[in-house]
């Protein structure tokens, strides 16, 4: 069986969180865009990544964002973001460190801000004063001008025997965001294509993972959920940056329709 770099290395994460410890190094890569970019999905409304991080030696696209919609600020899954204005709110899918970085939650705190996550990701948080909301899939949360939706994100594949890096078990979510504009965008989290996908409706952005190896949708997997929920505009996430082809074919796969936004990550 052949295993590539990044299937080794999440396999490596998934087995060392499972067991409370992760020796894992993030940093920010070198072939990231100095300047962050900024993708318009609607009036006052903007999605920013702040592009490539290095998960020890693999360069790879995150599935960190920040969500702008007029004077609300969203982060979600932010792992080193840099010069960021603080969070009205943080929505983290999963306690894997290419999500989950307490050190981004604690500077991009304020007072206020509010913490959506899930259980996994809440025990990492014990020093953290502010108000956490620990959620698993198929909850619904209303906060003002705000509608969260939690959704399902496993894997049904295994990384290696009968180990899968995001089980059901864990109760990982990813999340559909209503704003106030009516605006909805979905963040798949880590996921396989899995058939609680057919409940969403209606989406206006879709940020959903391609990177494959059994440990979240492929291309062609993301690419046929893309086309089953039509969103405008598609991004794709969380894929080793040296896979380009990958990243094509998911562009040849989604219907006209649909606006597919690769983000530059190399400069």
Request: net charge negative.
């Amino acid at each position: 069986m052949e295993f590539s770099s990044l299937r080794v290395l999440m396999l490596f994460i998934a087995i060392m969180v499972h067991q409370g410890c992760t020796m894992v190094k993030i940093t920010i890569s070198e072939k990231r865009n100095p300047i962050p970019q900024h993708v318009t999905i609607g009036e006052k409304t903007t999605l920013t990544t702040w592009g490539p991080i290095k998960v020890n030696k693999v360069h790879f696209f995150p599935s960190s964002f920040r969500l702008k919609a007029d004077d609300t600020v969203i982060y979600i899954d932010p792992v080193e973001v840099d010069s960021a204005e603080p969070a009205d709110y943080i929505l983290i899918t999963h306690a894997h460190p290419d999500h989950f970085s307490l050190k981004d939650i604690q500077n991009l705190l304020k007072e206020k801000t509010t913490i959506i996550c899930s259980r996994g990701a809440s025990k990492k948080m014990k020093d953290v004063n502010n108000e956490i909301h620990i959620v698993k899939p198929n909850q619904q949360l209303e906060f003002e001008g705000l509608h969260i939706e939690t959704t399902f994100a496993y894997n049904r594949k295994s990384v290696f025997l009968w180990i899968k890096a995001h089980p059901k078990s864990k109760e990982n979510v990813g999340y559909v965001i209503t704003l106030k504009n009516g605006l909805k965008i979905y963040h798949a989290g880590d996921t396989d294509y899995i058939p609680e996908m057919k409940n969403l409706s209606n989406i206006d952005a879709a940020l959903v993972p391609i990177g494959g190896d059994n440990l979240t949708m492929n291309a062609e997997e993301a690419a046929r959920i893309v086309n089953e929920i039509r969103p405008t505009i598609v991004i794709p996430m969380h894929y080793e940056i040296k896979n380009l082809d990958e990243l094509n074919q998911f562009d040849v796969l989604v219907n006209a329709q649909t606006s597919v936004i690769k983000l530059n990550h190399e400069y």
